[in-house]
């Protein structure tokens, strides 16, 4: 909605928009609860927002049909908002290849465990992974407003590579969240002991020598008794050094958008980009 907001001087707002961003908000919110159907699945985790996870509520049948009928009940709703049939078959273009990335970064993830790269490859693989998952699914978002709104093609660009990189903050931050266990207690450093690609793997890769990453490693192995690890984050600073990289990214991500919109002569809301940008604070704020 903010993404429509932000360019939508293209087209005035009315009863209809609103219609469509709100069917937007649907389609983006289901298909991002078909994820964490699945992930729950292929994670083994038991917890789901402070209740049992689906599969382990109704069974894995259930589970999974349900996980993959929210990823194609979305393209449905698509039909509800009424677009011409150009901007319809770019929704659909776009809707496919986010769901491609998304299972492609899934895929990074299952397919990777962190502690056997080489340090050096880390970051990468951390990163490729945000951009894949959360990224891809932000960066869907943020667009569907700017189709609604009949910006210019230039423009769906620009909202597209905006969303992407706010979901990779978002995710940096929710990877914080994991570690520190505030919000879920319950699931705190899971994502350490899957192994799997995180916003913590790659600031301890990328801020410690060879020999502290081996005594991280050795400590996440140890978990889920954390005092080493724990002990280790203390001592390198970790926590504090991953949440500043993180708003760093934030920081960065909003300048840009603003930069790329005066360079191609975007007519654009500033109250919509404040609006993001205290949406962008909320988020830095929500996992601590």
Not at 246 to 255: E, G, K, L, P, V
Request: glycine share 10%; proline share 3%; aromatic share 10%.
């Amino acid at each position: 909605m903010l993404g429509h907001r932000l360019v939508g001087g293209f087209s005035p707002s009315s009863l209809r928009t609103e219609q469509q961003c709100r069917t937007c908000v649907e389609v983006v919110e289901f298909i991002h609860a078909g994820s964490l159907v699945v992930d729950d699945i292929e994670d083994g985790s038991r917890i789901r927002r402070g209740r049992g996870a689906l599969h382990v509520r109704y069974g894995m049948p259930v589970a999974l049909n349900a996980g993959n009928w929210l990823y194609f009940w979305p393209f449905e709703l698509v039909k509800k908002l009424g677009l011409p049939h150009d901007k319809l078959l770019l929704v659909y273009e776009h809707y496919h290849r986010t769901l491609l990335r998304a299972h492609f970064g899934q895929a990074l993830d299952l397919g990777s465990r962190v502690d056997n790269l080489p340090p050096g490859q880390i970051r990468e693989t951390c990163l490729a992974s945000m951009h894949l998952k959360t990224g891809a699914l932000i960066g869907f978002a943020v667009s569907l407003g700017g189709i609604i709104s009949g910006a210019p093609e230039k423009a769906f660009r620009i909202l597209n590579d905006f969303g992407r990189d706010l979901g990779v903050g978002l995710q940096m931050f929710d990877d914080l969240g994991n570690v520190i266990g505030r919000c879920e207690p319950s699931k705190q450093y899971e994502d350490l002991m899957l192994y799997r690609p995180s916003w913590v793997w790659a600031c301890a890769a990328k801020t410690s020598s060879s020999e502290d990453f081996a005594q991280f490693v050795c400590a996440v192995r140890k978990l889920p008794v954390a005092d080493g690890l724990q002990a280790w984050f203390e001592r390198h600073h970790l926590i504090t050094l991953a949440r500043q990289g993180a708003r760093d990214h934030m920081n960065w991500t909003f300048q840009r958008l603003e930069q790329r919109l005066n360079a191609e002569q975007i007519t654009w809301s500033k109250r919509a980009f404040e609006k993001l940008r205290e949406l962008g604070e909320e988020i830095a704020v929500a996992y601590e």
